[in-house]
């Protein structure tokens, strides 16, 4: 560890976790091109998404756990040289299959990166109020990264072609990794013999992976199957002498009432963010480029308020009153869309709402995130980290296919109107179902989030 230099390695740290954002947020917009170019069908080209998704979520746990075994940043590089292979991959694709196999690799990348970030940050940064504002940092990068993916999604796809969205981050991530091998603390940490469960590993993995193709593909049976695998490793965990995941972490009631926020904040936004992009530009008729400025208000707003007053607020008043706030906001905002006309203004209609969503979540991202990762002790914040960072993209998942599935049935059901009056009914009938998932997690917020567990101890080594 480099005490002296934490805003340096929280620096990198940001730059892959905004690589990671960028992505998503560019692949979104340049959807209809990669559609066109490579043959994909309607259904075929969510897999662009979804195996990107697939690979994320199944690794997450696996990963976080690698961190605390072998030292974070040596996963961390790891990460960041697989997912910067990938991307240069996925932007030479010349069929769909091969950008879909580049796509399941970049996450698998993404994965090994991500999930270690929030428990540097949290050993980085232990004080609350420097926490605070380290959350805050990470969270208008993310925000960032959101911005600058719509406008440049869109200004890359018209001008250059999609390829050039994937090749953009090459240059990028090798400088990040280069910059990383110098600057990240580099923890030893507990050792493969302290808790690698190879049969654990592989069970959680394929489990997680076939819950997130379960939910993406809405199969009932895919859905069985991994349920029954995430049952076995459960099983295998409190049989096996060093377990992958210690069961005294699952058993948290704090751990799980925290993710489930996660997971339900996370499905609001991943479903959120590319619906109304769907509305954007079929309902209001904007192209690419337009979509990703009128969206450019709500990342704008949420980077500032994460920025500078999220640190403030939470280090005063303490997180949980704050998210509080945030998901009021959120709900409110989410509320508003509801009722958008047929022909909406974007001046009246939409930017009031984005701007109400953009104060809401700016406040809201870094203090569940330290929710989340509260009472965790030093040998566990990289699974810790995992589990929060599941939860994000399983959440995220479950939202995208709910709320598509809403949107489509709601729509369907209105055949006998205006195609432009049908498609607003069924997106406003989905964000109404956003609208339930924060209003859930501001329930779980209110009842079971009310005291932080104080720091646990760390357990002693196995040899010990």
Known sequence: MRPDRPFAALTI??????????????????VPDIQRDLGFSAAGVAWVVNAYLVAFAGLLLLAGRLGDLIGAWRVFLAGLALFTAASLFCGLASTAGWLIAGRFVQGAGGALAAAVVLGMIVRLFPAPGDQARAMGIYSFTQAGGAAVGFVAGGVLTDTVGWPAIFLINVPIGVAVWALGRRLLPREAGLGLGQGLDVPGALLITAGL???VYAIVSASLAAGAVALAIIGAFLVRQRLARRPLIPLRLLTRRWLLAANAAVLLIFATGMGFQFLNALFVQRVMGYDALGTGLAFLPTPVVIGLVSLFAAPKLTARYGPRPILIAGLTALLAGLLLLVRLPAHP????DMLPPLLVMGLGIGVTVPSMIMLAMAGASPVDTGMVSGVSNTAQQAGGALGLSV??????SRTDSRVAEPAVDALRFGYTQAFLVAAGFVLAALLVTAALLRRPPLPARAPLPAAA
């Open 345 to 348: 203004s974007y001046a009246s």
């Open 13 to 30: 740290l940001c730059a892959m976790s905004l690589m990671i954002v960028l992505d998503s947020t560019i692949v979104a917009v340049a």
């Open 209 to 211: 992976s076939l819950a």
């Open 403 to 408: 709320l598509a599935a809403v949107a489509a």
